[in-house]
């Protein structure tokens, strides 16, 4: 994952530029439903009165900072007080989450070998840390969550899983009308956040500096505004914005919160990010990622505690993903691949912060099956492993000592060998340039 950077100046013109579309669209039909529910004392009436606060709103639809960092502070803890507060209205939701996080855990574990005990430690961890750091939200929707916490660590992965029944590992506290308080609370606030809206071309009169101006603004406009070569999700997709008559294209806007889980956050400014179509709607759908914590691209990336490698295939790839029969010893340990001769090794990712601190870096890898994905760019992989070889150290000073009217710096030469970006500030302007960055500096190519 890259980090997203926008200045401050360019987000405050947007949170401007956005706050005027809602104003001008929605915020009279924001008071007249509010207005409705203000002497409603039903939990929903409270919530739908809550939530089109005044302060509420703004802090809805374009934050209350310029930081984002701020924003996505304070929107967490809205969220986490509402689950709180609200758990009659949430309850259907939150249950769906945290089973469909239980079976892809159970997934993940199923696919170990029987004797991957590392592997399956790993996940036990994944899995204790979400329940205990979701713990005050989770212990008003589940009626066993300490025993729960308790009987991970009994879990065991043989030829099966045993402990971890999807009918009796959870037992959820039942509201029968949760279902229907949510689809009212959806149907009020989609008259509100009107997230279609946002996809279609619409004019506004918008102010900067003292000068009135009318400007288009959707989609298109924001993911052109945030500048964005490739998905920050993957970076191996590239996200051009392109308008023409005969026809155009964009990134997908992912919504970071879903809005079928938060339909508040619908149309939340910050809540944004322009993605592929593969990270946004084939992989992450509508996972929980308030509850399944991930990065927030905004303020979070892999970064240097979190690096691709490659590696020779271990015992517990008995299978390869290539072919899907067992590897022979020559194939697991081909020293061909050293050379750039073999398909034969793994690209993997590797973190090296303790695992509190990695869980947001393991969700986001799996829900995005990025190892997957970029085992698929061996023959890449390979190129810069010959590269490596050919262009040592002094190959490369040789090459900017004898062309320097050609090149700024020496960085420019090694970027002209690899094919790519290989400072952290670039990495979002081509696609695989994370990997490529990592890859030289594991062959010390630099």
């Avoid at 915020?27 to 207005?35: G, L």
């Avoid at 249950?95 to 991957?116: A, E, G, N, W």
């Avoid at 899995?127 to 025993?147: A, H, R, V, W």
């Amino acid at each position: 994952m890259i980090k997203i950077n926008i200045d401050e100046n360019t987000f405050s013109e947007l949170q401007s530029i956005h706050w005027e579309w809602f104003e001008q669209n929605y915020i009279k039909d924001a008071i007249k439903i509010r207005e409705k529910y203000e002497k409603d004392n039903s939990s929903l009436g409270k919530l739908i009165t809550h939530i089109l606060d005044n302060n509420n709103i703004k802090l809805l639809v374009v934050g209350n900072s310029t930081l984002f960092s701020e924003n996505i502070l304070h929107l967490n803890e809205f969220i986490e007080n509402i689950l709180i507060e609200y758990p009659c209205i949430f309850q259907s939701k939150i249950k769906s989450s945290v089973k469909t996080y239980l079976s892809r855990i159970r997934t993940q574990m199923r696919l170990l070998q029987p004797y991957d005990k590392q592997g399956t430690e790993n996940l036990k961890c994944q899995l204790k840390y979400f329940l205990e750091s979701n713990y005050d939200i989770l212990n008003l929707y589940i009626f066993n969550l300490d025993e729960v916490i308790n009987n991970v660590s009994a879990i065991k992965k043989g030829n099966r899983i045993s402990g971890f029944s999807e009918a009796s590992f959870v037992t959820f506290k039942e509201d029968l009308l949760s279902e229907n308080k949510f689809n009212k609370l959806t149907s009020e606030l989609n008259k509100i956040f009107v997230y279609n809206d946002f996809l279609k071309e619409k004019t506004i009169s918008f102010n900067k500096n003292g000068e009135k101006l009318n400007r288009r603004w959707c989609a298109y406009d924001f993911v052109t505004a945030i500048s964005l070569s490739t998905c920050p999700i993957c970076n191996r997709n590239y996200i051009h914005t392109y308008e023409s008559k005969p026809g155009k294209c964009r990134a997908d806007v992912d919504h970071y919160y879903p809005k079928s889980i938060y339909p508040f956050l619908s149309i939340c400014l910050y809540n944004f990010v322009p993605t592929c179509h593969t990270c946004n709607s084939s992989f992450k759908g509508s996972i929980d990622t308030f509850l399944v914590k991930c990065l927030y691209p905004y303020t979070e990336e892999f970064g240097e505690n979190t690096k691709f490698k490659t590696e020779f295939y271990t015992d517990c790839d008995t299978t390869s993903v290539e072919n899907n029969k067992l590897l022979s010893g020559e194939e697991k340990y081909d020293i061909k691949y050293l050379y750039g001769n073999s398909d034969n090794f793994k690209i993997s990712l590797e973190c090296n912060n303790k695992h509190g601190e990695n869980y947001k870096v393991e969700n986001s890898a799996n829900i995005f099956h990025i190892e997957n994905l970029y085992n698929f760019h061996k023959d890449y992989v390979r190129e810069l492993i010959k590269k490596a070889i050919v262009y040592n150290e002094s190959r490369i000073d040789e090459i900017y000592n004898n062309f320097s009217e050609l090149y700024e710096n020496r960085e420019e030469v090694v970027r002209m060998v690899v094919g790519n970006y290989i400072c952290e500030e670039d990495l979002g302007k081509r696609p695989l340039a994370k990997l490529t960055k990592d890859i030289c500096e594991e062959l010390g190519l630099k």
